[in-house]
């Protein structure tokens, strides 16, 4: 390959290397998967608080078995140890079985209260475990997704890399100097060819002077308009 022909297929595949680099890092899947990222993160902190809600129903429930129990103990001892014949017994039997006929009242109530919430809890919970089940399902499926558009990209950056060492690497040290100066002046738009006698990238028409001095010049020059490395003569590649 001449010089000029291997600096525009170098120029070419470092502009293809820079749009490939700047897909990667701007994929808007990799930002739509981290916004997934956080709405799953918040789905599983909602499970975490209905599963702390549910422990306690299910303390509150259990307290309250033993409430009934004791309670109900209670009445038996209370039946067993009055004395039936003594009218002041049977009053004071009287108001503490009234006492605990309330106090069970009342756990029959909150066991309803509470057995209720329960049984909302439980479709609330059983409907945000399948939501995160879909939702996982999809978090792993877009992942895969992502991953592999990535992949595709990084393996043409891979390749594309070692296209370009090979090409330059093979470039005199003038030549490698020129374009790595005329690259960074020109942001990667470094080198143009001569099309009849307008160059490619300034499309300036160049003057009947400019061109019979350039059919006296190596196959790469300077374009005398914007300045950079002009390649005069191009192979077929
Ligand atoms: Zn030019």
Known sequence: MSTGTSLLALQDIDLALARDRAE????????????KRRAYQKLKSDATKLYAQRKDLETYLSELDQAESDANEDIAI????TDTSDYRGVQQLEQELSRLAKLLDKIAYDRAEYTKQLEE????????DDYITKFESAVIADTKAARAKAS????RIDAGSA???SIYDALSDD???RYDAASQRFNGLAVER??????????????ESSMSDLAHAADICE????HRILVIEQEES
Do not use: F, W
């Open 163 to 165: 296209k370009r060492a």
């Open 78 to 81: 209370a039946q067993r140890h």
């Open 223 to 226: 374009c005398p308009y914007c």
């Open 175 to 177: 030549a490698k100097a």
């Open 121 to 128: 809890i439980d479709s609330k919970q059983a409907y945000l």
């Open 24 to 35: 990667l890092a701007a994929m808007p899947e990799i930002a739509e998967l981290a916004k």
């Open 152 to 155: 595709d990209i990084q393996q």
């Open 194 to 207: 001569l099309v009849g006698n307008v160059p490619s990238v300034c499309r300036t028409a160049l003057q």
